[in-house]
């Protein structure tokens, strides 16, 4: 209560967005026909679930029959969907309940983005850039079109993970902020490897940071304990087969496991004893990284061309290779490409505008940004559906120095001509 009511402006705006975002969105809520295809079969996988299909079957037997398509998708997703359609069906029926998942889950995702980005926009500067990254949240079409109703699949929850662990780097308790950036990258993972580089990206920032200064080991350690113990328990809870699971390229699999058990064990023994030599602290890091690589590898070489790296190669002729999400940025449209890239673009400029007035005591969190801003903007270049996570991360710091300017002119004492 206190959240809101400190920031009901906030949650204000989001109620007067969301409302839009329903009624334009009320064609595909009506027909629970969604955005794209992957929205439509993540419907048909919830209903298969909500009618007995097994917890640790995810696979679509409409599809290849008899055998069925194996999906590799996560049952995380479908229970936020599955949970409120089963409250609500009593009352509005099981298509009624379904509509109002559809817009529900979404839209309360939408909030609780919004709320964070505000929350580190507030943290690295003031309350008035909480207030700026909020109408530039629920104004940026790169994340709406992925938090809309019945955007129903996993990539809102992407999202969300990835700015709940963006947040806990402005966290001062290490312990927490490690324990819930942990389990935040390991639940990131589990829905979908595409979150693979972008959580190398915690890692190396914290590796770094711990190399150089060995008492930044705390928040690296917590991380660590986390992220391995989440993954294996989020395994074990939607694996049937546990270590015997055939191992699959696009989710988490036994090698996975493997590869993170050995990094984790390596690198809790190596923070825990600090070595004094900052040498031997990058020799660790180097060796658990390198070692997790040849484990995953090792037991699935297959890999090693990514999560679709075995298709069939007319597959992907003629299909992966279509789909333009998953290509560089110089395979889309110029126009297409500006608007995905814009929020981005504005992010790096107002970064480079930015860092050299601010403080000297807010200049960390500032490069801090700048390093996950700067990671984002490459990823987005090389994977165009990775924008989405990118244009979140520019939001903060757009918002920052819109509200400075925003500041010096208040204070200008020359009034504008």
């Known amino acids: 209560m206190a959240a809101f009511r400190q920031y009901w402006l906030i949650w204000l705006i989001w109620a007067l967005i969301s409302v839009v975002l329903v009624i334009q969105s009320w064609p595909q809520i009506t027909t629970l026909s969604g955005w794209d295809p992957d929205d439509q079969l993540r419907l048909v996988q919830l209903r298969d679930f909500l009618n007995g299909q097994s917890w640790f079957d995810a696979t679509q037997y409409r599809m290849n029959p008899p055998a069925g398509a194996p999906m590799h998708w996560s049952r995380l997703v479908e229970l936020p969907l599955a949970l409120l359609v089963l409250a609500v069906s009593p009352l509005f029926g099981h298509h009624g309940a379904e509509m109002l998942a559809g817009r529900m889950v979404p839209l309360l995702l939408l909030g609780w983005i919004t709320f964070?980005?505000?929350?580190?926009?507030?943290?690295?500067?003031?309350?008035?850039?909480?207030?700026?990254?909020?109408?530039?949240?629920?104004?940026?079409?790169?994340?709406?079109?992925?938090?809309?109703?019945?955007?129903?699949?996993?990539?809102?929850?992407q999202i969300a993970m990835a700015v709940l662990?963006?947040?806990?780097?402005?966290?001062?308790?290490?312990?927490?902020?490690?324990?819930?950036?942990?389990?935040?990258?390991?639940?990131?993972?589990?829905?979908?490897?595409?979150?693979?580089p972008m959580t190398a990206a915690f890692f190396l920032f914290l590796g770094v940071r711990w190399i150089r200064d060995p008492e930044q080991g705390q928040r690296l350690f917590w991380t660590l304990l986390s992220f391995c113990g989440t993954s294996i328990l989020l395994f074990l809870a939607t694996q049937a087969q546990w270590f015997y699971a055939e191992t699959y390229c696009d989710t988490v699999s036994p090698a996975h496991i493997f590869g993170i058990l050995f990094a984790t064990a390596l690198m809790l023994v190596a923070i825990?004893?600090?070595?004094?030599?900052?040498?031997?602290?990058?020799?660790?890091?180097?060796?658990?990284?390198?070692?997790?690589?040849?484990?995953?590898f090792g037991i699935a070489p297959q890999c090693m061309g990514g999560a679709f790296g075995n298709l069939d190669p007319l597959v992907r002729e003629y299909w992966y290779s279509n789909i333009k999400e998953g290509l560089p940025i110089w395979h889309q449209d110029w126009r297409t490409a500006m608007g995905l890239m814009a929020g981005l673009i504005a992010g790096a400029i107002c970064w480079v505008l930015l860092l050299p007035k601010v403080k000297r005591d807010d200049r960390a969190k500032i490069v801090s940004m700048g390093f996950f801003l700067l990671y984002g903007l490459i990823l987005s270049l090389l994977v165009v559906?990775?924008?989405?996570?990118?244009?979140?991360?520019?939001?903060?710091?757009?918002?920052?120095?819109?509200?400075?300017?925003?500041?010096?002119?208040?204070?200008?004492?020359i009034p504008v001509q």
Do not use: C
């Not at 690295?124 to 990254?133: C, K, M, T, Y």
């Not at 966290?171 to 324990?179: I, L, V």
């Not at 989405?388 to 208040?410: G, W």
């Open 385 to 413: 559906r990775t924008v989405s996570v990118a244009s979140a991360f520019a939001i903060p710091i757009t918002a920052t120095f819109i509200a400075m300017l925003f500041k010096r002119y208040r204070q200008s004492k």
């Open 116 to 157: 964070m980005l505000a929350k580190i926009a507030q943290r690295i500067s003031s309350r008035e850039a909480a207030l700026v990254a909020t109408l530039i949240t629920l104004s940026s079409s790169t994340l709406l079109m992925q938090l809309r109703p019945m955007r129903v699949d996993h990539h809102g929850w």
């Open 165 to 196: 662990a963006l947040s806990t780097m402005f966290w001062t308790n290490s312990r927490n902020a490690g324990r819930i950036l942990g389990l935040a990258l390991a639940i990131w993972l589990h829905m979908s490897l595409d979150g693979a």
């Open 272 to 296: 825990a004893y600090l070595p004094a030599d900052w040498r031997l602290r990058l020799a660790a890091a180097i060796t658990a990284s390198i070692g997790a690589l040849m484990i995953i």
